[in-house]
């Protein structure tokens, strides 16, 4: 009975990391297409004339993504200090 358990529970475990990493491709994916239409959309509109807007469209296009980036290279550097800081107090109270 624990076995089955246990091979239940791994198979849960199974279907939620792969439905994480579908959604996180789908994600980069979609994040892709929008920039790529939003710079392509920018262009035309230099194009045509509107170069503010189109400059604008373009920029935008390229600081979203890039803002995202700092931003979850920064928690994820936030996350791991804060897994050190938890390892070495463990540490310390084994000892102590």
């Known amino acids: 009975m624990a076995e089955r358990q246990s091979a239940h529970r791994q198979s ?16 980069m994916v979609l994040g892709f297409t929008m920039c790529v239409l939003a710079i392509a959309a920018g262009t035309y509109a230099v194009i045509r004339g509107k170069d503010a807007f189109g400059i604008a469209a373009i920029v ?17 550097r936030k996350e791991l200090q804060a897994r050190q800081q938890a390892i070495v107090e463990a540490a310390q109270r084994s000892s102590g």
Do not use: H, M, W
């Open 12 to 27: 849960l475990e199974t279907k939620v990391v792969d439905s994480n990493c579908a959604s996180e491709r789908l994600g």
């Open 60 to 76: 935008t296009a390229l600081a979203t993504p890039l803002a995202v980036f700092i931003y979850g290279k920064a928690q994820q």
